[in-house]
């Protein structure tokens, strides 16, 4: 079955240092996602990229983030300047339409980032 | 505001019986719902999505829909301690994203 791949699992960081996390989307799925688990919390919208550009971000979504596909198969997010409370689990996520059109998220395993 | 609001639990039941997991959302604008299983530390995975009111179906999984009452439900029959895990509700209006709500835990104990 066709999997969402996210790199590193787990990523350790120091406050004010720039991180990259990765994402290779399922390969014919159009729509990709970030999202966010604060331990114990829900989880919560960051990002959505269509077609090459960003089609909804959220207010968490501040100019610390950004995100891009480099190639046709990595999708990543970058924070440029880490605090403690970006700790969370970082789930990417893809899907051939959109959701509203009934089709759901495939997300990957995602990467536990941790901010010291 | 988008919200979707579930009761964190936990809901224990015993193995063999029907779980009834509900959720509960804002934007009367919203069309399809959506639940996701979540095990400890892990992704979501996708149960089952319902776009029309009444009930649907999947294998031992029923969801279903009031959109005047503005509730969506789980039943899980038959439940096995496998399917002790968080239970996410979802929701999405439109072209939007999903919306999750915080999820309701389920223990089933043999």
């Known amino acids: 079955e066709p999997e969402v791949t996210q790199t590193p699992s787990h990523q350790v960081t120091q406050m004010g240092q720039e991180v990259i996390l990765r994402c290779v989307p399922i390969?014919?799925?159009?729509?990709f996602y970030w999202y966010r688990q604060i331990l114990g919390q829900k989880v919560e919208f960051l990002v959505s990229?269509?077609?090459?550009?960003?089609?909804?971000k959220s207010e968490i979504f501040d100019d610390q983030f950004s995100v891009e596909r480099p190639d046709g198969s990595n999708f990543t997010l970058k924070i440029r300047s880490t605090k403690l409370e970006d700790s969370a689990m970082y789930f990417c996520?893809?899907?051939?339409?959109?959701?509203?059109?009934?089709?759901?998220?495939?997300f990957g395993s995602g990467t536990r980032l941790t901010v010291v | 505001q988008k919200e979707v609001e579930q009761n964190s639990g936990p809901l224990s039941v015993p193995e063999g019986a029907i779980a009834s997991l509900n959720c509960t959302y804002s934007d009367r604008g919203s069309q399809s719902f959506f639940w996701y299983r979540q095990y400890s530390g892990k992704s979501p995975e996708l149960i089952m999505f319902?776009?029309?009111?009444g009930d649907k179906e999947d294998g031992r999984f029923t969801a279903q829909l009031n959109k005047a009452s503005q509730y969506v439900s789980l039943l899980i029959r038959d439940s096995q301690p496998s399917d002790s895990a968080t239970y996410l509700c979802a929701s999405a209006a439109g072209y939007s994203t999903l919306t999750f709500g915080k999820g309701t835990m389920l223990l089933v104990s043999p």
């Open positions: 390969s014919n799925h159009l729509y």
């Open positions: 319902i776009y029309s009111n």
């Open positions: 996520a893809s899907s051939e339409s959109l959701p509203g059109a009934n089709y759901g998220y495939t």
């Open positions: 990229f269509y077609n090459n550009e960003i089609s909804e």
